[in-house]
């Protein structure tokens, strides 16, 4: 392989790891924002009283911590794995060159052995004048010179690539530690689902935690109600008017419908009013606005996870719970399709997405006002 095609490769490679950096610089502000936030609603949660909802969203926090380190590692594997083949790439390369050198600078050196130590200077002894004498000087030069470059290139690329194998064992090295970190995270991911299933179950088989549990949603939702029409964010520009749009609004994301508009069945005697509707979807899934307006409320919510409140103006709003994550902010202007979150779990750790629509100030049931699947 020449040192013009090796240089190509190395070019290559370090333009497409400069394009890999920066997809993996921003990965990696994701997640650490991410856990950052989630760090700092634990926080709040454990200042707060012991509640049945609090201690579901305990557990789910904790999930989602352990769920995002594994993510972040990775990351970090799936980073670490690139470069082991990069480094593959370099010392397959490197050895591929020393394999095609070695025949040349051994032959060289064998011929420097039988010229003894005069070497090429002794074509000086065949000259017989000075024009001749003139040109082997410079013939033996060249060629010495020729011969310390070949032999010094074959030893750099030797160190070179001995330096690559070095690489290769500590990328070994972090490639396995690695791979425990991510063993562990799994396992403490696995203990906060066991332990919210556990709670769960207690709150099934018995009617006071049940009973409590039913009552601290109600509380949820009339602290939703008096929270909606609170003033957030700058003044809302204006829009159109949300009532034209009756029956063709868009989803905020594709699911099943779980849970409708309206009274539920009771539970131990106590009947909850659904002010939304509960739609049943991955976890993860992009959660998109229904019509434009001006974000009023973005972030943790107790009984709704994290929440997405957009004002729509006259008194109309559309609110998104259940979210992992909101990517959006408190004033910050979204249209139809903007994403505002990404979908996260209910209270019972199930997968879905909360969403209520509030036409002049009042809960309508949003599948009468979403288009027809």
Known sequence: MTRALLTAICLTGTLAAGGAVLASQNVEQRIAERLKALQKEAAQLASREQTILNELRKLEIERQLRVTELSAVEHDLAATKARLAET?????????????????????????????????WRLLLDANDLQSIGRAY?????LTHLDEERIKQHQQ??????????????????IKALQSKAAAARAAAD????????????????????AKLTAELESAQQRLQAAVGQPGGRAAAPVLPIEAF????????????????????????????????????????AVTAVHEGVVSFAGPFTGYGTLVIVDHGER???????????TVKQ???????????????????????????RVDGKPVDPLQWLRKP
Do not use: C
């Open 138 to 142: 410079r013939t033996a030069a060249a």
């Open 331 to 357: 004033g910050e202007r979204v249209t139809p399709q903007t994403r505002v979150g990404m979908s996260g779990r209910n209270p019972g750790g199930n997968p879905s997405l909360y969403f209520e629509l």
């Open 157 to 174: 690329t030797l160190a070179d690539l001995a330096k690559e194998q070095k690489a290769l064992e500590t990328r070994a090295r972090e």
């Open 246 to 285: 009756r029956g063709d609004l868009p989803w905020p994301a594709e699911g099943i419908v779980l849970s409708r508009f309206g009274r539920q069945k009771p539970v131990n005697g106590v009947a909850l009013v659904r002010n939304g509707i509960e739609i049943s979807l991955a976890e993860g899934h």
């Open 191 to 210: 203990r906060a689902v066991a332990a919210r299933t556990a709670l769960l179950r207690d709150i099934d088989e018995r009617q006071d935690l049940s």
């Open 316 to 326: 109309a709003h559309s609110l998104y719970g259940h979210l992992i994550t909101a």
């Open 88 to 120: 593959n790439a370099r010392a397959d390369a490197l050895r591929n060159r020393a394999d095609q050198d070695r025949p040349d600078v051994e032959a060289r050196l064998v011929r420097i052995y039988k010229m003894g130590r005069a070497g090429y």
